[in-house]
């Protein structure tokens, strides 16, 4: 079967080759022949370029009909797509426009490059002028030769057109089945109710805040980061003055607030009590949960996974960690109430990727990394009516260590590592304030009691950069 398309292919390269035609004698007697030869071959060029013609309209007018209708679905105001299937659609898209890109740039070929006889029909004019029939054969002879060889490079050009064309047909014909078979519309109601409304935490039944920041320094971690860390952490307000706002969008974004003029007041709860009220996009409100591909349980009903609000940061959050021990705030935050609290710290890194290998790392890595670890408290003290009085204390149970968002390390407070006020670390403290020992994953951030090869390919080490 290849011999034979390999025999076909060389045969048309022959026929396409112009030929040194020799003529014989005799030759004159054969002019009208010849004339009806050629005559008949520039029918065929006439034939070939008018088939050139309609590939090049009718590929021109599929490129323009493909793009409009394209753009119904590329905009995700219209239309989504579940799963993998918005790839394929965009793959589909991808194929029948280089397909028929190619058809026009083809039947453009076929069309353009037109031999001209003008120099020849002189020669032969001129011949006929002084009578010598046998130099106008010769010359017609040539022009009839030069036209067959043409026609059969076009001939050629438009059959192998054929294959562009039949894969574009292919193309449009599964991108408008696909679209009806998995298009959804997308409703532009935008976030339709208060559901997914951020909130602070619950302040009702917590110690008052005198106490909460007692406890908060009490317990305050050491954190090593990997001597070999990129990325150390960085102050949330460097990160959002490096920053616009936008709502996100996969083809265009709206800008919302420019890099370096948010204002965070503006964003998160209550920030309807900032000067200008949240920012508002699309019915939602900077208040609501509406990052781009977060859980749909947390995200309002009616809005489409793709939109949402996002903090567009430029590359100077990935700036490497100076030199010696950070001056960057850790920040806490209470749950529960004066019974048992779960005191919570958070770690802010402008900048995580995970060692998860060369195929995921890139859909893994983002700016803004948040980690965290838990100090689990029970209070300890003399009951009366109305609770615990105020001279109860508070009794480390458990460290909890969180890494990737799967199931945290939970270990009992006598088994975590703890630095005592003098500053030396042990494992088996008391149950007596101390401050949990946590080593920072290279790279990822995540959160763990000891050093060395972790789970999900972390790393973890202690460097001399102590937080």
Known sequence: MIKRLLAMVREDQELGHEREIAPKAGIEKRVDRIQRAFDTELQSNVSLNLRGTALAIGSALAILLVAQFSA?????????????????????????????????????????????????MMERIDYLREGSVRKEAIVLLQMLESQRALNERKGRRLRWGTLPLALAVIAVVGQAGFFAWKASPIDRGGCLSDEGDAERP????????????MLALQYAPRVYLHPREPWGPLRPDDFIGASRLVWNSPRADDELAGRGSIDPARLGADCEKAEGGCYEHSGCAADQVTRPT??????PPGLNERR???????????RPSPPGNPSIPVYYEFHGNE???RLTYWFFYGFSQPNLGPARIELASHEGDWESIDVKLTAEGATAE???EEEATYIPRWVIYYAHGKQPAILDWAQAPVVRDEGVEIIGAPPLPAHPVVF?????????????????ADQTRRGPVVW
């Not at 619950?202 to 920041?213: C, S, T, Y």
């Not at 977060?294 to 995200?299: D, K």
């Not at 949402?308 to 990935?318: K, Q």
């Open 308 to 318: 949402g609000f996002a903090i567009d940061p430029d590359r100077t959050v990935r």
């Open 72 to 120: 119904v679905w590329l905009d995700d105001n219209n239309w989504s797509f579940p799963g993998n299937w918005d790839t394929v659609q965009r793959v589909l898209l991808a194929l029948s426009l280089v397909a028929l890109v190619l058809c026009l740039v083809i039947a453009v070929w076929v069309i353009w490059p037109r031999r001209r006889w003008g120099r020849e």
């Open 202 to 213: 619950a302040g009702a039944g917590l110690p008052d805040q005198e106490v909460q920041e």
């Open 339 to 341: 019974d048992s609290l």
């Open 440 to 456: 920072s994953a290279v790279g990822s951030h995540a959160s763990y009691p000891t050093e060395g090869a972790q789970a999900h």
């Open 294 to 299: 977060e859980s749909p349980g947390l995200r």
């Open 386 to 388: 109305g609770g615990i």
